[in-house]
Nanobody, 122 residues
């Protein structure tokens, strides 16, 4: 599985961004997917995950109520809608895939894409 994330950029606090992740592979529909982020000097953290069908989602505490993850199996795409962005959301965001049907942790991910930078100015 190859993953390509896009949609990052510079946005003011309070603004919105939508990240997209395009996946290759015929088994995409059976994979759980997730978004993770890493800020300079900090450990990578889970932003959001979604199960294989898109019916179950999980969010990190810091983004609950502001971010929404979705999965489109017909298009082999995963999205992260980010609203009410804060400067502390600044990080490199990574898309990842797991051969497991459902996963919440980065340790359950099998494939990683290159990150996309999100910068939120105050």
């Amino acid at each position: 599985v190859q993953l390509q994330a896009s949609g990052g950029g510079l946005v003011q606090a309070g603004g919105s961004l939508r990240l997209s992740c395009a996946a290759s592979g015929r088994t995409f529909s059976s994979y759980a997917m997730g978004w993770f982020r890493q800020a300079p000097g900090k450990e990578r953290e889970t932003v959001a995950t979604v199960n294989w069908s898109g019916s179950t989602t999980y969010y990190g505490d810091s983004v609950k109520g502001r971010f929404t993850i979705s999965k489109d199996n017909a298009k082999n795409m995963v999205y992260l809608e980010m609203n009410s962005l804060k400067p502390e959301d600044t990080a490199v965001y990574y898309c990842a895939a797991s051969s497991r049907p459902s996963v919440r942790s980065e340790y359950g991910m099998d494939y990683w894409g290159k990150g996309t930078q999100v910068t939120v100015s105050s």
